[in-house]
């Protein structure tokens, strides 16, 4: 009887162990890995191999210290680093060899492999609480190296091969300086027509360019991760591209360029392909420093639809809401929702809506190079500290339409300048300048300006300055500080400005009217 019971006891030891070994959970240790910064990408690969013959599984790495050079990612894989885990990439180039079909702000090209790497595949995660360090420093060095020269260098072999596997590449002149590189660096992450993706938990730093970067993939969630990266060229932090159905969430970014970026593709070979990035929500994230907090653009070319940005903190970033594009990208943003964030100590622009990315372009006929601003409505903004509140610039044969401002507090240098706009709104908007006017509108019509004002009005300054602007209506306005001007307007085509249910108790000069208006002009 009791030697039965021990072979019981035995088969069920054998069958727990059994079940253990095959529970898709693989460690590193146990696959020919180390955890003591001796290089084993060969290690690592396979695990991802083996796993992906059983179906998929857990590439688990317990605390120490790893160096690889660049993975390539299969179905049903997930790479979980514990705390106490760092995952070194290593620093040598030729371990981001044979050359990848990848995409390259925007455009879709052979390079390097990314760091992590993707391509048809599902089912995609990185977790844990461990920290992976892309080690760019020699990327970026190399990119200085490039930039830096005074006059024509040998070609690397890494720039030979380059030009051997991208042969009839189309770009525009505007990218012809990016181009002569020859020579583009990898993102830390990037899943190529991918869908299901889950990164969660880890911190990344020292990305040797974009940080998380899916390129035409479907479901993305990133999630509580910490990325920071240096001042450093082109360190985004997560740039979905031509992506649908994408979910950021708590996250903290410090980085060296943008902290989050939507994108579709570059003039003709983003339109080639013409696929939009939208169903995008952005929630309950810091971003500290960087170019922009959140920014949509300037590629932008496949479209940009159904983007809700909300709950975030932008404190010492270079810009706060930034949308950006230019003549010869062409492609839609439309359908966007901006509210709940606060602002604090920004360099340049708190919101700037842009056409004029490309600052040396001219007027074209309205073609598929054209881009076009529509349907954005940014509420319940508080900024501290900025530069300026505010910045809307369309282009002639395109003005930016259907915008709105509501609930928003900004205390700063200049205030909002609207220029080529269309059907733009400010609702409960209170803009407290050091220089300049709370309100400038130019070459602009159908506007609403309700409730807007500063509760520190410069003398001698107007708070609402018009030129050139047409059917605008001023209302319910109530300045409770003593206003010197509270309008100036002139330019021959300002017409139709109305002045309804204001209380102008405390203004000295309701409207100072410029030479070149026309008398008519303003109805009080």
């Known amino acids: 009887m009791k030697i039965k019971n021990i072979i019981i006891i035995l088969c069920f030891i054998t069958g727990l162990n059994t079940a253990f070994a095959n529970d898709g959970w693989l460690n590193i240790l146990n696959e020919g890995g180390n955890n003591k910064g001796v290089k084993c990408t060969e290690a690592i690969q396979n695990a991802i191999e083996k796993a992906s013959k059983n179906g998929g599984g857990t590439i688990f790495f317990p605390a120490g210290e790893y160096l690889t050079g660049a993975l390539k990612l299969k179905s049903n894989i997930t790479i979980h680093l514990d ?45 844990g609480r461990g920290v992976i360090d892309g080690q760019g420093k020699a990327w970026w060095n190399e990119v200085y190296r490039i930039e830096g020269a005074k006059g024509p260098i040998p ?5 030979k091969m380059w030009d051997e596997q991208n042969k009839g590449i189309v770009y525009s002149p505007y990218y012809q300086r990016t181009i002569d590189k020859k020579f583009f660096r990898p993102s830390f992450f990037q899943a190529y027509n991918c869908k299901n993706i889950l990164i969660e938990g880890v911190t990344f730093k020292n990305s040797p360019f974009w940080t998380i970067n899916p390129e035409f993939c479907d479901n993305v969630t990133v999630t509580g991760i910490t990325i920071n990266n240096p001042h450093s060229p082109n360190t985004d932090g997560i740039n979905p591209s031509s992506c649908t ?102 360099k340049e622009e708190a919101i700037i809506l842009d056409l004029f990315y490309d600052k040396d372009n001219t007027v074209e006929p309205v073609t598929e190079r054209t881009p076009i601003f529509r349907n954005i409505h940014i509420s319940n903004v508080t900024g501290g500290n900025v530069n300026k509140a505010g910045f809307v610039r369309g282009i002639s044969e395109m003005p930016i339409q259907n915008i709105s401002f509501s609930n928003i507090n900004m205390d700063g240098k200049e205030g909002f300048t609207v220029i080529t ?63 010197d001007i509270f309008i100036e307007a002139d330019g021959k085509d300002t017409k139709n400005i109305f002045l309804k249910n204001n209380v102008f108790n405390n203004v000295d000069t309701v409207v100072k009217k410029g030479k070149d208006l026309d008398k008519k002009a303003i109805t009080e």
Request: charged residues 20%; aromatic residues 6%; contains cysteine.
């Open 245 to 346: 159905n994408v979910h950021i969430s708590n996250c903290h970014i410090s980085v060296g360029d943008d902290c989050i970026t939507i994108k579709s593709g570059r003039d003709a070979d983003g339109r080639k392909y013409g696929k939009a990035t939208e169903n995008v929500t952005i929630t309950n994230c810091t971003m500290l420093s960087g170019h922009g907090g959140v920014v949509i653009g300037s590629e932008m070319s496949g479209g940009i639809k159904k983007i809700t940005i909300s709950n975030c903190v932008f404190d010492g970033t270079d810009r706060g809401i930034r949308i950006k594009a230019a003549r010869g990208r062409g492609g839609v943003v439309e359908d966007i929702r901006v509210d709940n964030i606060v602002m604090k100590n920004i």
């Open 155 to 159: 070609l690397t072999k890494y720039q």
């Open 421 to 483: 706009a269309t059907d733009v709104e400010f609702h409960d908007v209170k803009v407290n300048t050091t220089v300049g006017s709370s309100f400038k509108i130019t070459d602009s019509k159908n506007l609403i300006l309700d409730n807007v004002g500063s509760s520190t009005p410069i003398k001698g300054i107007p708070v609402i300055k018009i030129d050139n602007a047409s059917n605008i209506m001023i209302n319910n306005n109530f300045p409770f500080n003593a206003t």
């Open 83 to 127: 705390s106490g885990a760092l995952l070194k990439f290593s620093e040598n180039f030729d371990d981001y060899l044979p050359y990848v079909e990848m995409r390259y702000e925007g455009i879709v090209m052979q390079s390097f492999s990314p760091l992590f790497y993707a391509k048809d595949a599902e089912n995609i995660t990185i977790k």
